[in-house]
């Protein structure tokens, strides 16, 4: 799955690129950096593949969550609806804007369940932020047949399914806007980095400005730009950038790698009958950056995860008990334990995060079994891999 695996000369060349005109800051310095934009040209290729009209570049994807929920308007006291399956960033986005977390059931999609989301809707409801989990879609077309119905803001969290979609449409634009990650171990990798992406140029400008400490970007001349709105810094820079638009040009390949690889694993796991699989509601978009599939039991889905680490099967997950993606582990979170006074601890009726409990859930993530598609295998290598993690669901069905 990540991008790291096939670093090499392309990326390298656009690192030299910048670093032969030492403009390492994406703004500014016009005539030293000698035609070279990287993160710009990122941003219009990143807008051409996807669809949408915009896409800016920012430092991280939780900055880009963050970037997304300021330029929507969503702040302090406003209802946000998350799954409690996603990375920390998701929960932790929200609570920095001063917004509240609502959590809401995921089903077979490993993502967000419309008919949870619907029973989650209060009068402080603002946004529905539905994840694009483990490289493929939530009902992306229900949730937004909500958000529409019930006039909320929808925002794609697809930090894991970048090149996904649904029907044809590129993951993350179906709501007013796209957020995502390029880190060490994404797909594609800017080593840090991220991007939204929106049709709306309003949404656009707002984020632009926030991204950058309010600046405009409108004078040509840092020192001269106006400052429509108090801003962060969430900046990408043009090394960061180099490295992410080299990746971007390979992510057609990479993909087809992921799905080649995952077709032989999940084929040969279909002659295991009490075997079941990911609900999918588009295979044809589905990134195969993952392959997930449900054991009878908890007990049998963790014995294979342990089953496949013995067998030196890497990158094998058991989200259940996964201490950075998965509610049940969150501590720190439950009790809101922070370096300084969260703007959230100063609202009242907040829910009772240490009593909250998802029944839904817990049952299909105790029984999930989650392994990543690398894509440096070899066919024999992959061929192999399938054949060891038969052995093991077997062995642990019998055992």
Same mark, same amino acid.
């Given at each position: 799955?990540?991008?790291?695996?096939?670093?090499? !000369?392309? &990326?390298?060349?656009?690192?030299?690129?910048?670093?032969?005109?030492?403009?390492?800051?994406?703004?500014?310095?016009?005539?030293?950096?000698?035609?070279?934009?990287?993160?710009?040209?990122?941003?219009?290729?990143?807008?051409?593949?996807?669809?949408?009209?915009?896409?800016?570049?920012?430092?991280?994807?939780?900055?880009?969550?963050?970037?997304?929920?300021?330029? =929507?308007?969503?702040?302090?006291?406003?209802?946000?609806?998350?799954?409690?399956?996603?990375?920390?960033?998701?929960?932790?986005?929200?609570?920095?804007?001063?917004?509240?977390?609502?959590?809401?059931?995921?089903? @077979?999609?490993?993502?967000?369940?419309?008919?949870?989301?619907? &029973? +989650?809707?209060?009068?402080?409801?603002?946004?529905?932020?539905?994840?694009?989990?483990?490289?493929?879609?939530?009902?992306?077309?229900?949730?937004?047949?909500?958000? !529409?119905?019930?006039?909320?803001?929808?925002?794609?969290?697809?930090?894991?399914?970048?090149?996904?979609?649904?029907? #044809?449409?590129?993951?993350?634009?179906?709501?007013?806007?796209?957020?995502?990650?390029?880190?060490?171990?994404?797909?594609?990798?800017?080593?840090?980095?991220?991007?939204?992406?929106?049709?709306?140029?309003?949404?656009?400008?707002?984020?632009?400005?926030?991204?950058?400490?309010?600046?405009?970007?409108?004078? #040509?001349?840092?020192?001269?730009?106006? @400052?429509?709105?108090?801003? =962060? =810094?969430?900046? %990408?820079?043009?090394?960061?950038?180099?490295?992410?638009?080299?990746?971007?040009?390979?992510?057609?390949?990479?993909?087809? +790698?992921?799905?080649?690889?995952?077709?032989?694993?999940?084929?040969?796991?279909?002659?295991?009958?009490?075997?079941?699989?990911?609900?999918?509601?588009? &295979? $044809? #978009?589905?990134?195969?950056?993952?392959?997930?599939?449900?054991?009878?039991?908890?007990?049998?889905?963790?014995?294979?995860?342990?089953?496949?680490?013995?067998?030196?099967?890497? #990158?094998?997950?058991?989200?259940?008990? $996964?201490?950075?993606?998965?509610?049940?582990?969150?501590?720190?979170?439950?009790?809101?334990?922070?370096?300084?006074?969260?703007?959230?601890?100063?609202?009242? $009726?907040?829910? !009772?995060?240490?009593?909250?409990?998802?029944?839904?859930?817990?049952?299909?993530?105790?029984?999930?079994?989650?392994?990543? %598609?690398?894509?440096?295998?070899?066919?024999?290598?992959?061929?192999?891999?399938? &054949?060891?993690?038969? !052995?093991?669901?077997?062995?642990?069905?019998?055992?």
């Amino acid at each position: 799955m990540p991008g790291f695996e096939i670093i090499d !000369d392309a &990326e390298r060349k656009e690192v030299l690129d910048v670093l032969e005109t030492g403009v390492l800051h994406r703004y500014g310095f016009d005539a030293a950096r000698k035609g070279h934009w990287k993160a710009k040209t990122f941003e219009a290729e990143f807008a051409r593949r996807t669809g949408a009209k915009y896409c800016l570049l920012v430092s991280s994807g939780t900055a880009a969550l963050s970037t997304a929920l300021a330029a =929507n308007g969503i702040g302090a006291g406003d209802e946000v609806i998350i799954p409690p399956f996603t990375f920390v960033a998701t929960f932790e986005a929200v609570i920095w804007a001063g917004a509240i977390p609502i959590f809401s059931e995921i089903d @077979h999609t490993l993502c967000l369940d419309p008919a949870s989301v619907k &029973e +989650k809707i209060t009068p402080r409801t603002k946004a529905v932020l539905p994840v694009h989990m483990c490289g493929s879609m939530a009902h992306i077309d229900e949730i937004k047949t909500l958000c !529409d119905k019930k006039g909320l803001i929808l925002i794609e969290d697809v930090a894991q399914s970048v090149g996904g979609s649904f029907k #044809g449409k590129a993951l993350g634009t179906f709501g007013h806007m796209g957020s995502f990650s390029f880190d060490p171990v994404k797909t594609i990798t800017c080593g840090e980095g991220g991007a939204i992406i929106t049709d709306d140029e309003e949404r656009y400008r707002r984020a632009d400005y926030h991204a950058d400490h309010g600046h405009d970007h409108a004078a #040509g001349d840092r020192g001269l730009d106006d @400052h429509p709105i108090l801003g =962060n =810094n969430f900046r %990408i820079s043009e090394l960061q950038a180099a490295v992410g638009l080299a990746q971007l040009r390979k992510l057609d390949l990479i993909l087809e +790698k992921q799905r080649s690889h995952k077709k032989t694993v999940k084929e040969a796991l279909q002659s295991i009958p009490q075997v079941t699989f990911r609900e999918i509601p588009d &295979e $044809n #978009g589905d990134t195969a950056t993952f392959l997930t599939y449900f054991m009878p039991t908890a007990s049998t889905a963790r014995d294979v995860v342990q089953g496949l680490t013995k067998a030196d099967i890497g #990158g094998c997950f058991y989200w259940y008990d $996964n201490k950075w993606h998965y509610f049940r582990k969150w501590e720190h979170f439950k009790s809101l334990k922070s370096a300084a006074r969260l703007p959230v601890q100063l609202l009242d $009726n907040l829910p !009772d995060y240490k009593k909250i409990e998802f029944p839904q859930s817990d049952e299909i993530l105790s029984r999930a079994v989650c392994m990543l %598609i690398p894509l440096s295998l070899t066919p024999e290598a992959v061929q192999q891999r399938a &054949e060891t993690t038969v !052995d093991v669901v077997r062995k642990a069905l019998s055992g």
